[in-house]
């Protein structure tokens, strides 16, 4: 986007603001903008919720899997309401459950023969943006643990417990994914390192999940002494990242990324002497492993 520059009086230099922006945040005359300076950048920001904003689309033709997709990606857009035209005799009861499960303060409002209205019915919550993110980093952390903790005692058919954390994370990234994307980071030129961040504090759960669904139906596996090791080294690594982000230091980014190594390669290891059953879990650790590790370029950007 270009604006030309307008001289008004001796030395005052004028932009116009686009009036896609100035609609969607409701800027008027006399209201006051932030501008901060980044090397030759200027941000200008401004302290105001963004109007509400509304979407239609079609569902008729989706399952009901892909409905929940298309419903979770609006969601995560920043959008306030929705309106769904489908058909399905089970899509309501069963889009409500998914809703209330990880769609934090969305709800349906309204329920016709063909279509639906979902509504974001909680305001508040946008400001509680670091508050979630921690909460997330803290059930991510006590879904390894636990776990871990079922996989030692061989308690196998409680992991199905154990999951629920899953959707919990869901619930919670979800939730800062939607805020990002409506109103940017505090540090607006950050966002999208915040951003990929986030996005993989879910698929870390996500690995997790997986794992627990394949030890629930083969809970005759019997792991390794070295498989546990790594497992608990891989739970470590996350609490190392989480002390990392917030309480950063190069020393500590230092010692992260040679423990985290350290444990890639130890686990490629395993893998290449495994046995069968437990190459499973071993490629599960792995790619959770990577997930922490490759998490250091986010919060690198976000901390310069």
Partial sequence: MKRKVVKQGPCTLMVSLPAEWTKKFGVIKGDSLDIEEINKDLIISVDKEVKIQSVEFNAKGLDSKHLKRYVREIYKMGYDEIKIYYDGKNTISELQDYISKVLMGYE??????????????????DNEFETILRRAFLVTMELSNEILNRIKVSDFKSLKNVSVLEETNDKLTNFCQRV????????????????????QLEKIADQ????????????????????????????????????????????????????????IVDLMELQSNSKAKQDYVLAHLSVISTKIANLTGPVIGIMI
């Fill in 108 to 125: 349906i409002v309204e329920q016709h023969p063909s279509s639906i209205v979902i509504k974001c019915i909680s305001k508040v919550l």
């Fill in 180 to 199: 990002l994307n409506k109103n940017g980071y505090k540090m607006y030129v950050k966002t999208h390192f915040m951003y990929t961040l986030v996005w």
């Fill in 208 to 263: 997790y999940n997986y794992m627990c669904k394949y030890l629930i139906d083969n809970s005759d596996i019997k792991l390794d002494k070295d498989v546990l090791n790594v497992f608990e080294r891989t739970s470590n690594l996350f609490k190392e990242f989480y002390e990392l982000f917030y309480n950063y230091s190069k020393e500590k980014l230092m010692s992260f990324t040679k423990n985290s190594k350290k444990l």
